[in-house]
């Protein structure tokens, strides 16, 4: 393992997640709105924001997928090290992260009809991360808002599938946004 | 003119206060120590490790000792205790085989290799107040007989060698740990008994009883229990082999049950299985009786409406720290929901005396 | 600070909390399983709260709690206590003041704002439960969105009483999909359900929690000749005067004379410090003097 593998995580655990987590979850219950997050260090190219999402949420219990842009002996070492969250392929995974493009989003489980909550979350992360662009609304929205997302249909074909479907955590750098299937997009 | 009541922290100060100095009683009678307790209430220690799930006997009776000899309060402490312990890793399954049996009887085979032997058991004392124990407790030294060496097989292993007995065979999965994941249903046999061997002995035994009344009989013979101690072992992986790691006491107890079989399938007894810590026999025997009418379906048994054969009944309300917990809650203030059913009755009140009005002057 | 862990639990142990927090907002109204933990205070007594706000508090939160409205009644001060040992936050009365609330019974009379977190305590959090007692099939019912029973249970009521007979835990369907039980509350309080804050609820003996992010659809379940009607004691305040505040009713003597007061104990003092008054009350200053 190399050292470098070993650096960038939370400094004082219980109270950098608490932190990151309030920011999670604000952007969970109000899609589109923009939280940003800080201290976490992870190896190239992971951003700090899915970096901190990652060490929040993951541990031995959350099986995870990398999709290629993610798949580098650096990065595996340091999810290993932080929260020992096993590899895992698409069909299996309860969070995945990776480029958008990278993402077989038609084989990431969605729930059951009975447990719409075993469904996979994605991190997806993205170039730019701007309140510009597909328009949402639905719970957590006021009225509506806007979203710099990386496609429309996709997210609508999810919103579809309500109670089932995909959650996704959008970031950049150090920006941290989330869309649940809850969300109308237009 | 009215003053509100205030005093919440003041009064729970008071109270707790109140309570050390009860708990302590009367100071001019000796102070128990936990080492009293342990010794000398072994079997109430035994109980709060078996539902406490913490097999750590000093624990026990402290707990028994803060709680003033209320076992339930006394499971509820190493309960919550136990939640903040770290966990180092799982042990290899205890091997009972090996037991070094205390007490050893099986009701179905006169004798059998390894033999009867009776054991510290109240079973034959004639219930009768012994007053010696409440001049001076000193007895005196029990007899020491001849011990066999080696180990003692199961009774179940000489019908399994016959296929008389329903085989059981050994799983290679880590099966669901109930203390980490929620209880889903229906729950697999393994779920099924982590949740009986903590469950609640009163609850369990009132269940088992149930199914000797009638209510889903299955006719259990012991084949074999037998209380004794167990080490528990541990593989680390990085040296290739285990290493022991403690020795703990258990109660195990295997019924052989009516028998199943069709036209294709040559009949063969059934099993029921209990498990418990410590010297529990009453809990164990009961857990077998329970687990064998839980397993109605897997036996392609009829459904025949009994308490002990639901296991959605029996799992979600055996665990006495649920239990008493939401039980005694109905003793919290409910005056902001009381309220709201005084004002819908009074309405119902209402309404129903104007039509009765309106239908008496018609 | 103490030998604790922040707010108690370890940490793996809020990190599942937290993943089933996630998924309660991606699936508003619907219950997610979760591994509750044997906390030291009894089940039934706030435990699925309590573990919510361990996963949810941060050391910046003031935090408030209340118990049938009011942050004096005993369990309220407990569970306060609780997170002043193990997390060090701060605390308050003030519903303006607080970041994270945790209620049993009761949704405060002040509107909460967008950047507050109620936590509610739920003793039983499946709304069918009463009407059918198995998991299994609840959880059925729920997957098919087959509520019939629940309109049949509440019609019934209608044909017996004249009206529905339910007067607290009043069911609500959450976005047009999941039945939810909103807690004990009075159904005086079902209205506020729609709000600009983070609703989150914690049963830990039944091992669920759940959630309505800001601005979700909340609807009281009825029929259209029965509309639903939020009720309170037809009374002002005897304190504070206040006519839109739910009531408490206190026997106050021997002849069973009642008098009514704000159950939500911040609005009132609030109220009275602005100078309201109502038939039976003093001056605040007089009453804290």
Redesign the interface.
């Known amino acids: 393992m190399q050292t470098h593998c070993l650096e960038g995580g939370f400094l004082n655990?219980?109270?950098d997640?608490?932190?990151a987590?309030?920011a999670?979850?604000?952007a969970?219950?109000?899609p589109g709105e923009i939280s940003v997050v800080a201290g976490v260090k992870p190896p190239e190219p992971m951003s700090t924001a899915a970096g901190t999402v990652l060490l929040?949420?993951?541990?031995p219990?959350?099986p995870l997928f990398l999709a290629p842009s993610h798949d580098t002996p650096q990065i595996r070492d340091w999810i290993t090290f932080y929260t020992g969250a096993p590899f895992t392929v698409a069909e299996h995974a309860?969070f995945a992260i990776g480029a958008w493009d990278q993402l077989p989003l038609a084989v990431f489980p969605c729930g059951?009809?009975?447990?719409?909550?075993r469904?996979t979350?994605l991190i997806v992360e993205l170039p730019t991360l701007t309140s510009s662009g597909a328009m949402l609304s639905?719970?957590?929205?006021?009225d509506q808002t806007e979203l710099s997302l990386p496609g429309t249909k996709i997210f609508q074909d999810n919103a579809r599938l309500?109670?089932l479907?995909l959650?996704f955590i959008f970031t950049c750098g150090g920006c941290i946004a989330a869309l649940?299937?809850?969300t109308r997009v237009s | 003119m009215y003053v509100a009541v205030k005093g919440g922290e003041r009064a729970i100060d008071n109270a707790h206060a109140w309570l050390a100095e009860e708990r302590r009683g009367d100071t001019s009678v000796n102070e128990l120590s936990v080492a009293q307790i342990r010794e000398q209430l072994a079997l109430a220690v035994n109980r709060v490790m078996a539902e406490g799930s913490l097999y750590d006997p000093d624990l026990a009776a402290l707990a028994i000792k803060q709680a003033r000899g209320d076992l339930i309060e006394a499971i509820f402490l190493i309960r919550a205790y136990r939640t903040t312990l770290p966990r180092f890793c799982g042990s290899n399954p205890i091997q009972t085989e090996g037991m070094k049996c205390d007490r050893r009887v099986s009701a179905t085979f006169k004798d059998a290799p390894g033999g009867q032997v009776l054991g510290p058991t109240f079973d034959y004392t004639h219930r009768l107040l012994d007053f010696k124990l409440a001049a001076d407790g000193e007895v005196a030294e029990a007899p020491i007989g001849n011990t066999t060496e080696g180990p003692t097989p199961h009774i179940m292993s000489f019908l399994d060698r016959e296929e008389l007995i329903q085989s059981e065979p050994i799983g290679e999965e880590t099966p669901a740990d109930l203390t980490r994941t929620p209880l889903e249903l229906p729950a697999s046999r393994a779920l099924r008994l982590q949740s009986l061997t903590r469950a609640d002995e009163g609850f369990i035994l009132g269940m088992a009883y149930s199914t000797q009344r009638g209510y889903a009989r299955n006719h259990a013979f012991v084949a074999e229990l037998r209380i004794g101690a167990v080490v528990v072992e541990m593989n680390i992986p990085e040296l290739g082999f285990s290493i022991e790691i403690g020795e703990i006491t258990v109660t195990e107890c295997e019924t052989v049950n009516q028998f199943t079989g069709s036209k294709t399938e040559p009949p063969q007894f059934t099993r029921g299985y209990g498990l418990v810590f410590g010297m529990t026999e009453r809990k164990a025997i009961s857990m077998a009786l329970v687990d064998r009418a839980l397993r109605w379906k897997e036996l392609g048994e009829d459904d025949l409406g009994a308490p002990a054969q639901d296991e959605e009944f029996v799992l979600y309300h055996s665990d006495n720290i649920q239990a008493t917990g939401f039980l005694e809650h109905i003793k919290l203030p409910h005056y902001v929901d009381f309220q709201s059913e005084l004002e819908l009755i009074r309405k119902l009140r209402r309404e129903a005396q104007t039509n009765i009005a309106q239908e008496a002057a018609q | 600070m103490s030998d604790y862990n922040f707010a108690y639990l370890d940490e793996q142990t809020k990190r599942m909390i937290r993943r089933a927090i996630l998924k309660g907002l991606a699936i508003p109204g619907y219950q997610v399983p979760f591994a509750s933990r044997e906390m030291p205070m009894p089940y039934g007594w706030g435990t699925g709260g309590v573990q919510v706000s361990a996963a949810v508090l941060t050391p910046d939160d003031t935090f408030k709690v209340i118990d049938q409205g009011a942050d004096d009644t005993t369990n309220a001060v407990s569970i306060r206590r609780f997170f002043q040992k193990t997390a060090g936050i701060a605390v308050t009365e003030a519903t303006a003041d607080a970041s994270v609330i945790q209620t049993r019974h009761r949704i405060p009379e002040q509107v909460l704002r967008s950047d507050q977190i109620i936590v509610y305590q739920v003793p039983i959090p499946e709304p069918l439960r009463f009407l059918e007692p198995s998991e299994v099939e609840t959880r059925k019912m729920h997957s098919l969105e087959e509520y019939g029973l629940m309109h049949v249970k509440l019609y019934e009521d209608i044909s017996q009483h004249g009206d529905i007979a339910t007067a607290y835990a009043y069911p609500v369907k959450v976005e047009g999909r999941y039945v939810m039980d909103p807690s004990p509350i009075p159904k005086f309080d079902n209205p506020k359900l729609e709000m600009a804050g983070i609703q989150l609820f914690g049963a830990g003996r039944e091992q669920r929690i759940y959630a309505i992010p800001p601005y979700t659809k909340v609807v009281s379940l009825d029929f259209e000749d029965y509309p639903f009607q939020p009720t309170k004691a037809d009374h002002a305040c005897d304190l504070c005067a206040a006519t839109d505040s739910y009531l408490d009713e206190l026997i106050v003597d021997d002849e069973g004379s009642r008098m009514f007061m704000c159950s939500d104990t911040d609005y009132c003092s609030t109220r009275r410090k602005q100078g309201h008054n109502g038939a039976q009350g003093v001056p605040y200053a007089e009453d804290a003097a």
Request: aromatic share 8%; glycine share 8%; with cysteine.
């Open positions: 655990q219980p109270i997640a608490s932190h987590f309030r999670i979850m604000i969970m219950a109000r929040t949420l993951c541990d219990e959350t309860i059951t009809a009975e447990y719409p909550d469904s979350t639905g719970p957590g929205i006021k309500f109670p479907g959650d649940p299937r809850t």
